[in-house]
């Protein structure tokens, strides 16, 4: 092995660090571009069940990020809140994120309009004044 002064090996370190703290960027961009989570695991050795975290992390930030102002029905009425819960939906759908109805009730009876999984999460989705958002629920 080749000997290296302590200011090389400090500046390689810190060459590491750095592709290390951007791993969830590059794993999240390769899979968005196509590239396969068998494929990811291949090339750069990183844990199946790892990247998975990721993903399901970045899919978090999504659906926390979701907040949908109502806008009142033509008629005048009042929004339900299946409506509500539903463009929801509709919205986290646009994100590209597969959205299941798992309950039309919620942890809190007054401003929940529905309990959805997203990608193996649950969150409740909250109906407070006009702006419908996800809160998450532990498993």
């Known amino acids: 092995m080749q000997t290296i002064?302590?200011?090389?090996?400090?500046?390689?370190?810190?060459?590491?660090?750095?592709?290390?703290?951007?791993?969830d960027i590059l794993v999240r961009?390769?899979?968005g571009a196509g590239v396969g989570k068998s494929?990811?695991?291949?090339?750069?050795?990183?844990?199946?069940?790892?990247?998975?975290?990721?993903?399901?992390?970045e899919q978090a930030a999504i659906v926390l990020d979701i907040v949908v102002t109502l806008h009142p029905?033509?008629?005048g009425e009042e929004i339900s809140a299946r409506d509500a819960l539903q463009q929801w939906i509709?919205?986290?759908?646009?994100?590209?994120?597969?959205?299941?109805?798992?309950?039309y009730d919620g942890p809190d009876?007054?401003?929940d309009v529905g309990i959805v999984e997203v990608g193996g999460a649950r969150y409740a989705i909250r109906l407070c004044e006009d702006e419908v958002s996800a809160v998450p629920i532990e498993q």
């Open 5 to 23: 002064t302590r200011d090389e090996a400090a500046a390689l370190l810190k060459d590491w660090a750095s592709t290390v703290a951007r791993r």
């Open 73 to 75: 029905a033509d008629d």
């Open 109 to 111: 009876p007054d401003n």
């Open 29 to 31: 961009a390769a899979y």
């Open 90 to 103: 509709d919205y986290a759908e646009m994100e590209d994120l597969t959205v299941e109805i798992v309950s």
């Open 39 to 57: 494929r990811i695991h291949a090339i750069t050795g990183i844990a199946r069940t790892t990247i998975d975290r990721i993903l399901v992390k």
